[in-house]
């Protein structure tokens, strides 16, 4: 018998849809699934339901359903959109059902308010996310929670969460299980839009903060693959590498990055630290008047980012420039949030071993825990041997 559902063909007995774009087939179950939607008539038919109807007599976990309807969405594509997801109730289908001609149901006018709130919220979470600290932080996490309660299929928002969480875990103390949260909002990215590169980039973020690094670079390699010009999947990768001692391939990916959007700097003065790591002290100090000359352009925008006059502290000091460099410390002295943990490297590259692990002790104490990135950062080479470091350090790595 055949169907058509909006713009496609639907033979329900060869599991084929036909479309201008050609004919795909489906599993077996994706297409008991679509039938039990197409005969609710539009109707929300609940995750119970339909794992009953189609897996009926079989004790099965709710990921065949999400497998199932992520097939069936990997043919429909985004838009139209054909399937929706009602959140805490289950699916439904919006699209026109056509048969033998006759029109059994319209499309269903999906109401865009919800949309126009899940993409402000998304909106605002990057925003947040991108100038850091621990409330922009922790507000992030809390809007893309908002963005995808309002569209559980907003699969931006999803990576988005995914990132944040691992930098929650990192930087401010969160409990391990964020890592295990991060890697499940990526893998939904992931099935809700496969093409895109967010959700597989985010999937390489989650597995490398999991300690799967060859797993992670093959999320990246895909991201890649899917959009070889997006500048976040790079700058993501810089510092995956970069956290796991790979410094030549974190240059490249944070020089790529850096390349593709103007006003990225972090990624710059990574890679400056990676090119001292490698002994190219020039080419680092090169990099740095790179970065430097971004962050200034980004303090004239916002003169309190203290990400900005984070980087801005350890460009001055690769410059030598250590007057300019002090003349920034009262901004971080009353500073508590793990991001001044970039200034630790800077006062142990001029020679202040007490004041660099008094700030490590600080930050470590609210919440800053990447021991990877500790074992990796060239910067705190001159103070590795003191005995107060690696107590900090045990700590931290515990």
């Known amino acids: 018998m055949r169907v058509r559902v909006g713009e496609w063909s639907v033979d329900l007995a060869a599991r084929t849809l036909a479309h201008a774009s050609g004919v795909r087939r489906v599993s077996p179950k994706a297409m008991a699934v679509l039938e039990e939607l197409i005969e609710a008539d539009g109707a929300v038919v609940s995750r119970e339901a339909l794992i009953e109807a189609v897996w009926p007599n079989v004790v099965v976990g709710e990921e065949v359903l999400t497998h199932a309807i992520s097939e069936l ?19 439904r289908l919006v ?66 969460l995914a990132v944040i969480k691992v930098k929650l875990r990192h930087y401010y103390g969160g409990a391990d299980a964020l890592i295990g949260e991060a890697l499940r909002h990526a893998e939904t990215a992931i ?20 300690g799967a ?50 006003d990225e700097y972090q990624c710059i003065v ?7 790591a490698r002994g190219q002290h020039e080419a680092s100090q090169s ?65 202040e071993f007490r004041l660099a692990l008094d700030q490590l002790e600080t930050v470590a104490e609210h919440g800053w825990s990447h021991c990877a990135y500790l074992v990796h950062d060239p910067d705190l080479n001159p103070i590795r041997r003191e005995p107060r470091f690696r107590r900090i350090a045990s700590h931290i790595c515990a």
């Open 73 to 91: 969405r990997a043919v429909f594509g985004r838009a139209p959109k054909v399937i929706e997801t009602v959140y805490k109730a289950g699916y």
């Open 95 to 160: 699209a026109s059902v056509e048969r033998d001609g006759e029109l059994l149901r319209r499309a269903t006018v999906v109401d865009a308010r919800q949309d126009s709130g899940s993409i402000l919220s998304f909106l605002s979470a990057q925003t947040l996310a991108e100038e850091g600290g621990r409330a922009n932080s922790e507000s992030a996490a809390q809007l893309y929670d908002e963005a995808i309660a309002a569209d559980p299929e907003f699969a931006p928002a999803h990576a988005g």
């Open 191 to 210: 099935a809700l839009d496969p093409a895109a590169p967010a959700g597989h980039a985010a999937h390489g973020v989650a597995l490398s903060a999991a």
């Open 213 to 262: 690094f060859d797993q992670a670079l093959a999320r990246f390699k895909a991201a890649i693959r899917l959009s070889p010009d997006a500048a976040e999947t790079y700058r993501l990768l810089g510092r995956v590498f970069f956290v796991h001692g790979a410094y030549a391939q974190a240059v490249a990916a944070c020089e790529r990055a850096a390349t593709l959007r103007a």
């Open 270 to 276: 990574m890679g400056a630290k990676a090119l001292r």
């Open 287 to 351: 990099w740095m008047r790179w970065a430097r000359a971004r962050v200034l352009r980004r303090l004239e925008e916002r003169p309190d980012s203290l990400r900005a006059l984070c980087n801005l502290f350890c460009c001055y000091i690769t410059e030598g420039d250590f007057d300019a460099a002090f003349a920034l410390l009262p901004r971080f002295k009353e500073c508590h949030d793990a991001m001044a943990y970039y200034v630790v490297g800077g006062l142990a590259q001029a020679g």
